[in-house]
């Protein structure tokens, strides 16, 4: 049975977190003590070597599932209205695979971005002991260094299955743009719209360009244990907006189904990530499919959606390829009940 956790800020009413949920706490990565963080290291170790349930074809591990999950669906979860609902279910599914599977009883942590803008490389998440290892080395930029050197991902952008190193390339001129004034201008938009493209554009692609390599993969990016920090935060971002107006935001949902081939969000850090986009040249200049290798959907994503047109809906159904059971967008917008029951400590 799947465990749930609660979310509570303390901007939040009575009443909202209400709901019979066990408690696990959300906070960053920072505010963790050295047993916390080691102990959240191993559970994703652990994952890393658990075998696959799920039945996806090239699966050797769990962790090779939650990377298959995101790359099977990625033009369905980017550059649409579900990328925020998605990605908060996903942080979720990661979550739950740590204490259902591997044990893990410590707070969900997030990198507290906008503390680090500007100097990747001195990131604690990268230095302090317990960490995430540090940046690539080598033509190939393999992390060769903490917990997770010499990790061997599996899954390609096309399904298919061949190894390669986890790496990592630092820019710290991406990363500045996850500075805090480009979070509140994110914070003070009016419309889930509007904070959805704000969010997906800078402070999204700060993250993933700021640590680079397998983070810079659109598709493949979870490969990295970086990822569900960087998405850890985006969800609160998300959070301390919905809180704004809890009476609205619960439910405000909206933009469409199918991405735009010309965009993603709002716009990437400093005019594009080193060498002018994702990899390949492709993203967001060179649009889905095209020289960016996205795979054709199958056909459990394309009759997964139920919005009855292509404006993302509450009841748009949220897939992990088997990992856990489907649920729908209405189920994760309030993360202080159902499905998601966190509790942020800012």
Known sequence: MIAPFILALSVLPLGIAEAACAQSIRKSWTDLTAAEKQSYIDADLCLMSAPPKAGIEGATSRWDELQYAHAAQVRYIHSVGAFLPFHRFFVTVHDRLLRDECGYTGPLPYWDEPTDAGDITGSSVFTAEPNFGGNGTGNGGCV??????????????????????????????????????????????????DVWNCM?????????????????????????????????YMDRV???????????????????????????????????????????GGFPGGGFPGGFGFPD??????NYLNDGGNVTTLNHTLW??????????????????DFVCADYLL
């Open 238 to 280: 998300w959070y301390q907006w919905q809180a704004q107006n809890l009476t609205t935001r619960l439910t405000e949902i909206g933009g469409a189904n199918t991405p735009r081939l010309n965009s993603s969000g709002g716009g990437f850090p400093g005019g594009g990530f080193p060498g002018g986009g994702f990899p390949g």
């Open 200 to 232: 997906e554009g800078a402070i999204h692609g700060a993250g993933h360009g700021g640590v680079g390599g397998t983070m810079l993969d659109l598709l493949l990016s979870p490969g990295d244990p970086v990822f569900f920090l960087h998405h850890g």
């Open 320 to 337: 992990a390829a088997g990992i856990l059971p489907n649920v729908t967008i209405g189920d994760v917008m309030d993360p202080t009940a």
């Open 297 to 302: 959907p199958n056909p459990a994503i394309e």
């Open 144 to 193: 060769t260094d903490g917990p997770f050197a010499n990790l061997t991902l599996h899954f390609q952008r096309n399904l298919t299955t061949s190894d390669y190193c986890l790496s990592r390339s630092f820019s710290d001129r991406s990363f500045a743009a996850s500075n805090s004034t480009n979070v509140e201008i994110c914070l003070k938009k009016e419309t889930f719209v």
